[in-house]
């Protein structure tokens, strides 16, 4: 897979949104809007993500200006949260899933921005650093811009962030990652994600 | 419409890798037929098209890349019968976005069954990802 590309509504933050994958995911982000040259250079009106040696995640307006643009799907089904989290709505949306690096820190980025969701539809829930590293993922949904937060959200779209590695060191069983570890592989996991795209 | 989305889950199946390539997707074929699995190289995508109550389609496009993509026309060119009746389409067009009738260096536009968008170009030897690859047969 060379490339994702996603949907956004028309002008959106999309600067904000390759700010959301460098700061809080640890991507790095090819080329985005500049902030200053966002309404006059449409060529630039867009954000491509590193996320693989050889692969891209792409946010671009929606061809389509009519289009409604949306890409989350969230239903009440009445899931109570544990005691003092809060509680979340199921999302039948599209998910993307990636692995990082360092699953901790990653979430303590994401829990800060707070965007940390917990889809009720899956049996795997992680509302606190423990289970996300027992159960090696977490997620988020809102796409917000860390350095303009009180703007609010960006775009909906379900991230499944997974670690590579279980807490006992070994490959993670869904990890697309063969040889772990060796010295290469973790090279490369540190400077890249791998992004495995579900629709689910 | 149902027989279709059964049908075309298979289908793609095999037009984007030949056969399913990783033994835990084949269990799941078996105790539900519908969702779609492919893996190509270390990267995979699943989508259940069945949906609750429709088929789930990406507001994007995925773009896959292959080393003779001319392969992949042949096969979409075989499943086009079955798939009569569902979104599935398949547009041969140069490298310059004009539709061509020849795919040699072009670019496949491809929507699926049930209307998820693909583009489908050609990679450079060195474009598979050299990290590893999904355990199973090799396709392509």
Redesign the interface.
Same mark, same amino acid.
């Given at each position: 897979?060379?490339?994702?590309?996603?949907?956004a509504p028309r002008d959106s933050n999309l600067a904000g949104i390759g700010r959301f994958y460098r700061d809080i995911l640890g991507a790095h982000v090819l080329m985005s809007d500049n902030d200053n040259t966002k309404d006059n250079n449409k060529d630039h009106h867009q954000c491509i993500v590193t996320v !693989?040696?050889? =692969?891209t995640l792409t946010f671009v307006p929606?061809p389509d200006s009519q =289009?409604t @643009?949306?890409?989350d799907d969230l239903r009440d089904e009445q899931f109570e949260s544990p005691a003092g989290f809060p509680a979340h709505l199921s999302n039948? !949306?599209?998910h993307v899933s990636m692995y990082v690096a360092d699953l901790a820190s990653t979430l303590e980025r994401a829990d800060k921005l707070g965007v940390t969701y917990v889809n009720p539809r899956f049996k795997r829930r992680a509302f606190t650093l423990g289970e996300a590293r027992a159960q090696c993922m977490f997620r988020c949904l809102d796409i917000v811009d860390p350095a303009h937060s009180e703007q609010g959200v960006i775009l909906k779209l379900e991230h499944e962030v997974r670690s590579v590695v279980q807490t006992n060191g070994s490959l993670y069983k869904s990890c697309?990652?063969?040889?772990y570890p060796t010295l290469l592989?973790q090279h490369?996991v540190k400077y890249y994600t791998?992004?495995? @795209?579900?629709?689910? | 419409m149902p027989r279709v989305v059964t049908i075309g889950c298979e289908l793609f199946n095999w037009i984007f890798c030949s056969a399913p390539r990783i033994p835990a997707r084949q269990r799941i074929y078996k105790l539900a037929p519908r969702p779609c699995g492919p893996t190509l190289g270390p990267i995979s995508f699943t989508y259940v098209p069945q949906g609750k109550p429709d088929a789930q389609v990406l507001q994007g496009i995925v773009t896959l890349a292959y080393p003779n993509i001319d392969t992949v026309y042949s096969r979409f060119n075989v499943a086009a019968a079955a798939l009569r009746g569902s979104q599935f389409a398949c547009t041969s067009k140069a490298d310059n976005g004009s539709s061509s009738s020849s795919n040699s260096g072009g670019v496949l536009a491809v929507t699926d069954p049930w209307g998820n968008q693909f583009r489908i170009v050609s990679g450079a030897a060195d474009e598979r990802d050299a990290r590893d690859r999904q355990p199973g047969d090799i396709s392509e």
């Open positions: 897979m060379r490339d994702l590309t996603i949907y !693989g040696p050889k =692969q929606h =289009q @643009v949306r890409h039948y !949306g599209p697309p990652l063969m040889r592989l490369l791998v992004t495995v @795209v579900s629709i689910c | -």
